[in-house]
C-alpha cells in the first residue's frame, strides 16, 4: 500500500503545494484512502491468494486511481479500483472488492489505527546502516509475552497476528489452515539511483503506512527545510486518515475521519472541513507513530539520523 500510494502522490506536484497547506493534506489524505481501499479488497497470503501486485503497483494504475482525486471535495467513499487490466498474471479475482459508495452513512466506532498503543505489548522498529553503506531495516512485532501463548519453558512467545484475520470467507485475507494474516508491518529500505540511501520504518499498526508515507514525503520533496537535523522532518505535525477498516479484529471503520495534529493552523482545518472531511484537531505529537530512519546524505557520503519525539525514540550514532 505504500508503494502504490507513492505511486499515486508521483501524478502531483507536491512541493508547489507547500507542506501541511489544505491542498497538500487533502491530496496525501485522498491518495491514502484510494491505498486502503486496493489494500482491504486485494491483499493476502500469496499462498493462497493470487494478489494482482503488478497490476497494483503499476504506474499506469496510478494514473488511473490519481485521476479519481476531486481536489476540492472529501471522498466519502471506499471503492477498490480494477488492477487486474495492469497485471500480467492474474486475470479474475474471486474475493470480496470494496464499493461503498458513501462510507459515512455505516456510522459504528472508527478504528483505533494503533490498538497496543501505550500498552507493555507494542511492536517496535530499527533502522540500522555501517560504514561500509549497508542498510538494515526491521519492524519486529506480534510475540509479546503478556497475552501471548508460550513455547514450552522457552520463553518465547507465539505471534498474536491472528487477530488481523477475517472470519469473512469472502475476504482475501481470511483466516485459513497455515495461512499468514495480511500485516501492517512495512519496513522499508529506499534505493536513490540503484543504491543504498534510507531506511525508514515505525511502529503504530494501521498508522505505519501513512505515517511512512508522510515522513517520506517530509525528506525527500522538503529537503532543504529540515536538512542537515533530520530529527525535524519527524518533528513537524502529521495528520491521520482512519478511512479504512481496521486490520486489528473487530476491523471498524472510520470513512472519511481525519485527525489533525496541532500547529497546523484553524484556517487550514477550516479549508479541509470546507473540502468536506469530518477533522478532528488533536494535541501536538500526539498521533503515536514513531518514524525513524537512517540515511546516506548524497552530497558528502555522511550518515545521517531521525529519530520522532512521539515516542521513546532514538538515533544513536557510534
Known amino acids: 500500500m505504500l508503494l502504490e500510494t507513492l505511486n499515486i502522490l508521483e501524478k502531483f506536484d507536491l512541493k508547489s503545494m507547500k507542506r501541511n497547506s489544505a491542498d497538500y493534506i487533502h491530496t496525501v489524505t485522498e491518495a491514502l484512502k484510494l491505498g486502503y481501499a486496493d489494500r482491504d479488497s486485494y491483499y493476502g497470503d500469496p499462498e493462497f491468494v493470487k494478489t494482482p501486485a503488478e497490476g497494483l503497483l503499476s504506474k499506469a494504475y496510478a494514473k488511473q486511481r490519481a485521476a479519481l482525486i476531486d481536489p476540492k471535495h472529501a471522498s466519502r467513499g471506499f471503492v477498490a479500483g480494477n488492477p487486474l487490466?495492469?497485471?500480467?498474471?492474474?486475470?479474475?479475482?474471486?474475493?470480496?472488492?470494496?464499493?461503498?459508495?458513501?462510507?459515512?452513512?455505516?456510522?459504528?466506532?472508527?478504528?483505533n489505527p494503533e490498538s497496543l498503543g501505550g500498552t507493555v505489548k507494542d511492536t517496535t522498529h530499527i533502522s540500522i546502516?555501517?560504514?561500509?553503506?549497508?542498510?538494515?531495516?526491521?519492524?519486529?512485532?506480534?510475540?509479546?509475552?503478556?497475552?501471548?501463548?508460550?513455547?514450552?519453558?522457552?520463553?518465547?512467545?507465539?505471534?498474536?497476528?491472528?487477530?488481523?484475520f477475517w472470519l469473512d470467507p469472502t475476504r482475501a485475507a481470511q483466516i485459513r489452515p497455515r495461512a499468514r494474516p495480511r500485516y501492517t508491518l512495512t519496513p522499508s529500505i529506499v534505493l536513490k539511483d540503484g543504491k543504498p540511501f534510507m531506511a525508514i520504518g515505525t511502529p503504530g499498526g494501521d498508522n505505519q503506512d501513512q505515517t511512512i508515507v508522510q515522513t517520506f514525503l517530509n525528506v525527500v520533496e522538503f529537503w532543504n527545510d529540515w536538512y542537515p537535523n533530520l530529527h525535524n522532518a519527524f518533528e513537524w505535525p502529521r495528520v491521520q486518515t482512519l478511512h479504512f477498516f481496521g486490520s486489528f479484529w473487530p476491523h471498524d471503520a472510520g470513512f472519511n475521519r481525519l485527525n489533525v495534529e496541532a500547529p497546523i493552523?484553524?484556517?487550514t482545518i477550516k479549508e479541509l472541513k470546507d473540502r468536506g472531511h469530518n477533522v478532528s484537531k488533536i494535541a501536538p505529537y500526539s498521533i503515536a507513530s514513531c518514524g525513524t530512519a537512517v540515511l546516506i546524505d548524497p552530497a558528502n557520503g555522511n550518515r545521517i539520523a531521525g529519530a520522532d519525539p512521539r515516542r521513546d525514540c532514538y538515533a544513536m550514532a557510534y
Open 85 to 111: 487490466p495492469f497485471d500480467s498474471k492474474v486475470k479474475e479475482w474471486k474475493y470480496w472488492v470494496a464499493n461503498i459508495p458513501d462510507g459515512t452513512k455505516l456510522g459504528g466506532n472508527a478504528p
Open 129 to 164: 546502516i555501517d560504514k561500509d553503506g549497508n542498510i538494515f531495516d526491521a519492524t519486529p512485532s506480534g510475540g509479546w509475552i503478556p497475552g501471548a501463548v508460550i513455547l514450552g519453558n522457552t520463553g518465547i512467545g507465539m505471534s498474536i497476528r491472528g487477530e488481523q
Open 265 to 267: 493552523s484553524d484556517e
